[in-house]
């Protein structure tokens, strides 16, 4: 899949956002005052860009408003009810931190529980996609879910937060290894996606469209196997390993603020694989897999 720069930004920066806000409704900072209002409108400030990214990938960003009618069949839908939601709900629970007006707790608990289920149903966007075999895995939510909490430690000075960073390794090393022998277990082929796998071993004899289109250029997407190599350990090692032991010392707000720094770095790079190396079995039409 072609990986435009919006949907990574918007899968990554919303998704380190909620899991900051989730930690921030549940309570992990007790702060007020001018310290709140600068961690709220962090945790805001990343999920709403990261919504405003999404739009940017849009023919016309004013058809965002669309995808709020859908919310019966569509996991994009269920996203963007579940993310205004959240903001609404925390938005309270924002001002009584800010304010020391001692909201009950139940509303930033309620409010956190939504954070991680926007995060859930951004995933399931993708995971739900049998046509992206790499994608269609149980592992997807789970990257996804697992970046949110560890980037929402993180960011919370939780203690704990090095553990998550690196269970949030240890998923994407798991999510690679399945997902590189993905579209094999899939067992499509040319035959299956043209329909005439009946007749014989079919070849491509002549392009499918002698200019480019929609498909070949958002559906198929080729990158070399040394460059993703590279582009793994560096997102492991940015992403897990290096904010995980920066966290290990006291370091202070500037010790996370570089953790933070690397993790989102790292999570970048990894969001860019994720949609890289997605194979999408269009590509067997114009003779592109397998």
Do not use: C
């Not at 690679?176 to 005439?196: N, P, Y």
């Not at 989102?264 to 860019?272: H, M, N, S």
Request: hydrophobic share 60%; aromatic share 12%.
């Amino acid at each position: 899949m072609h990986p435009a720069p919006s949907v990574v930004l918007f899968s990554t920066l919303s998704g380190l956002g909620f899991g900051f806000l989730a930690f921030l409704g549940w309570g992990a900072l007790n702060a007020t005052g001018w310290t709140a209002f600068f961690l709220w409108g962090l945790g805001y400030g990343l999920a709403v860009a990261g919504l405003v990214a999404s739009t940017f990938h849009l023919g016309n960003p004013k058809n965002a408003l669309k995808a709020f009618t859908q919310w019966r069949t569509s996991w994009l839908s269920r996203e963007a009810w579940a993310s205004v939601a959240t903001l609404l709900i925390l938005a309270p629970v924002a001002l009584s931190d800010i304010f020391a007006l001692g909201l009950a707790q139940l509303v930033g608990q309620i409010g956190g529980a939504l954070a991680l289920l926007t995060v859930l149903t951004t995933a399931m966007i993708y995971t739900q996609i049998r046509a992206v075999p790499r994608w269609h895995h149980w592992l997807t939510p789970v990257m996804f879910l697992t970046f949110a909490l560890a980037g929402g430690a993180m960011l919370s000075a939780r203690g704990w937060a090095p553990i998550l960073l690196l269970t949030l390794g240890a998923v994407l090393f798991a999510l690679w290894k399945v997902g590189d022998g993905a579209f094999a277990r899939a067992g499509q082929t040319m035959g299956t996606a043209t329909g005439l796998d009946r007749l014989g071993v079919p070849a491509v004899f002549d392009p499918a469209h002698t200019a480019g289109n929609y498909l070949k250029r958002e559906m198929i997407f080729v990158v070399g196997r040394k460059h993703a190599a590279k582009l793994r350990k560096l997102a492991l090692a940015l992403a897990s390993i290096l904010p995980a032991i920066l966290l290990l010392f006291p370091l202070g707000p500037w010790g996370i603020a570089l953790a933070a720094f690397l993790h989102l770095a790292g999570a970048l790079a990894a969001r860019w694989l994720f949609f890289a190396e997605a194979e999408h079995v269009v590509g067997l039409y114009y003779g592109a897999r397998g």
